[in-house]
């Protein structure tokens, strides 16, 4: 009777909970993350897929104008953002080593973006 007649007094114990001002920012940071994300995804793909493409260019390629050429039909099938003009193509001993460095700007909204550099060479196989 006595936890009746406290609670219904506001002496309650143990009330917990988020509040509505708790949930309004948990909510801004994970939309937040979430649109960051969203936006920056896309980037790291096509970064991935042109460090496929010159780790499989590098392997079937003897030459400079090949590796260049097989790199341009590659890009153009995954549509990677990476021109052959872009790659570095050096030979270590019998083994041709094939990278590239690019910066990518990515805009979060208004004249707020996030710069990303990427660099990948088949030296660091």
Excluded: C, W
């Amino acid at each position: 009777m006595r936890d009746r007649e406290a609670a219904i007094m506001g002496h309650s114990h143990g009330q917990r909970g988020l509040t509505l001002m708790g949930l309004i920012i948990v909510l801004f940071i994970v939309i937040f993350v979430a649109m960051l994300g969203f936006k920056l995804i896309p980037a790291y793909i096509d970064f991935y897929t042109a460090k496929k493409a010159i780790n499989a260019v590098a392997r079937q390629g003897s030459s400079v104008a090949e590796i260049r050429r097989s790199f341009d039909l590659r890009s153009a099938i995954d549509d990677v953002k990476v021109r052959a003009s872009d790659l570095e193509i050096t030979k270590e001993g019998n083994e041709m080593v094939v990278g590239f460095a690019y910066r990518k700007e990515v805009p979060l909204f208004a004249n707020v973006g996030i710069y990303i550099d990427f660099a990948a060479s088949t030296r660091d196989q």
